[in-house]
């Protein structure tokens, strides 16, 4: 045993012993086993934190930002469970102190195959209507038969996505640093470690929190094996050995992803493969890497086809009909929901023409969750806390990311197209879950945040081009949202406390477009007036 590790076990036992006991006594079931389990899983987090931490090089700022990631979310996964009760809605899950459905839904689930004594393979089974892949289930399961045998203790699945989503953090700054340089890595891991839909997600027993996690693994292994050979290695044994090495990280993200959600792993191999032809003048790579990257891909699509089949079995449709025919289906019910949820799309919908009614249920996820409505929305304390920090937290980092574009553009021709393409890439999967989500103020938020970490590292070249360059179109963007804040804040206001008068909804969306106009297009003519 080092001396390093010897020092960091001296603090990480008592804290981990004495947190255990704090959360055992929060939990039912006997206290002993409760505090063991706990115990446990706080020093494995705290030790696998540490070393990652100290093998990406971050320094204090990495080691910080590390630990306000993992004591954000768990805290915050604590509060809630112990606050909803007292403070959220009279339904299931705020009395089981559950934020999100699906989640408590899982949870149950979980336990109830932990219990039964049956294989835990049964998780993948589609009986277990609720995991729709089976491997977080399968998961949750595991850690309640073995580490929680006596009793149900939820936080026990709150702590481990808390330690799931601050993971990927060492991962996603080794990987930025060296694709880049630090500043970049800097600001895209701050972005990654206080989004408050991530702090959220990363509180509550979901997928994302691994999915992430596991996507930093893939970029890690990733950027390794596209790199350029390095002249001052000395054998090409050691090379081989170092690039082993990197694709265990690539080969462990993309397989977590496929553990838990197919589609995400299919998409992760897109935004390589894009990655792959916008660089390739940059980034040799061999056939064998894109070979295997093709037969993940079609593996990957199969697997999500029977999940989506919901018999767990593989049958002669083709995987390309049947996940083409699940997302019809899909975007269908939740814009009908939609429809049926609220009385003012209901309206908006009989007086628009058909073909307008995607558009704008797209247009509308996208600006989900609503900060306007946040605001001024009557709810309870805690409910209103957390739909206020969630909408400030995308409406903050909507406007870099419609930056993205006019940053990527007058870059180098290589760089300008790789960031092209994550621009690209990112903003096709906002949309796409805008779709997917039906406009749900829940569905929408968290569909997106599955590719988060493309989000922040994207949010982290704007932020970074905006310091170098002060870009007008930064504070113009900016403006642009502050229009359509105050015009739907004044709206929502109305409606819900009639105070003063109530534009109708298009008049109001018309005013909207024309100020955007003037501010687009002044600025437009003001950067040709400087520049003549």
């Avoid at 390739?280 to 070979?291: D, G, L, N, Q």
């Avoid at 920090?389 to 990527?408: D, K, N």
């Avoid at 109305?494 to 501010?519: C, D, E, K, N």
Wanted: aromatic share 16%; proline share 4%; net charge positive.
């Amino acid at each position: 045993m080092t001396k390093s590790l010897q020092r960091n076990l001296l603090w990480m036992t008592p804290l981990a012993l004495t947190l255990g006991a704090i959360l055992s006594t929060l939990q039912s079931g006997g206290w002993l086993i409760g505090w063991l389990g706990f115990s446990l899983l706080f020093l494995l987090s705290f030790l696998a934190l540490t070393l990652s931490t100290q093998w990406a090089g971050g320094g204090k700022t990495l080691a910080w930002m590390v630990a306000l990631a993992f004591a954000l979310r768990f805290i915050g996964g604590v509060t809630t469970y112990l606050v909803l009760p007292l403070n959220g809605y009279d339904d299931k899950d705020d009395r089981a102190g559950f934020v999100y459905t699906d989640a408590h839904r899982r949870d149950a689930q979980a336990w109830e195959l932990a219990a039964s004594g049956r294989s835990l393979v049964g998780g993948f089974n589609q009986s277990y209507a609720y995991d729709q892949y089976g491997g977080l289930l399968t998961m949750s399961a595991f850690v309640y038969r073995y580490l929680s045998p006596d009793a149900h203790r939820p936080l026990m699945l709150v702590l481990i996505s808390a330690f799931m989503a601050a993971l990927g953090l060492p991962f996603l700054w080794k990987a930025l640093k060296q694709q880049w340089d630090e500043k970049l890595a800097l600001a895209a891991c701050w972005v990654y470690a206080l989004y408050p839909e991530s702090v959220l997600l990363g509180g509550s027993a979901m997928r994302e929190p691994y999915l992430m996690a596991f996507s930093a693994f893939a970029l890690w292994g990733f950027v390794n094996v596209i790199a350029k050979s390095d002249g001052g290695e000395s054998t090409s044994s050691k090379r081989r050995d170092i690039l082993d090495a990197k694709l265990i990280w690539l080969a462990v993200g993309i397989v977590g992803m496929l553990f838990v959600s197919p589609v995400v792993a299919l998409a992760t191999l897109v935004i390589f493969g894009g990655w792959i032809y916008f660089a390739r003048a940059e980034s040799p790579v061999s056939w064998k890497f894109i070979a295997a990257a093709v037969l993940v891909f079609i593996f990957g699509l199969f697997l999500l086809s029977a999940a989506l089949n919901r018999n767990g079995e593989f049958d002669a449709s083709s995987p390309l009909h049947v996940v083409g025919g699940w997302l019809k289906l899909a975007v269908q019910w939740d814009v009908y929901q939609l429809e049926r949820g609220s009385g003012w799309v209901q309206k908006l919908f009989d007086e628009m023409p058909a073909w307008l009614r995607l558009p704008f249920v797209m247009t509308y996820g996208i600006f989900q969750p609503v900060l306007p409505a946040a605001l001024v929305e009557p709810t309870t304390l805690i409910w209103r806390v957390i739909a206020i920090l969630r909408a400030l937290g995308w409406y903050a980092l909507l406007p870099i990311l419609i930056l993205s574009f006019a940053a990527a553009w007058n870059r180098p021709k290589q760089e300008s197209r790789l960031w092209l393409w994550v621009s690209f890439a990112t903003w096709g999967w906002i949309l796409f879950a805008a779709l997917r989500g039906g406009g749900d103020q829940w569905d929408n938020p968290r569909y997106r945040t599955i590719l988060f970490l493309w989000q922040a590292i994207l949010a982290g070249y704007v932020w970074v081009w905006w310091r170098e360059t002060r870009s007008a179109w930064f504070w113009r963007v900016i403006s642009m949202e502050i229009v359509f804040v105050l015009f739907f804040g004044q709206w929502y206001a109305s409606r819900y406390y009639h105070f003063g008068g109530q534009l109708p909804f298009a008049q109001m969306t018309g005013i909207i477009l024309g100020l955007w106009a003037v501010i687009f297009f002044g600025g437009l003519w003001r950067d040709k007036t400087l520049r003549s």
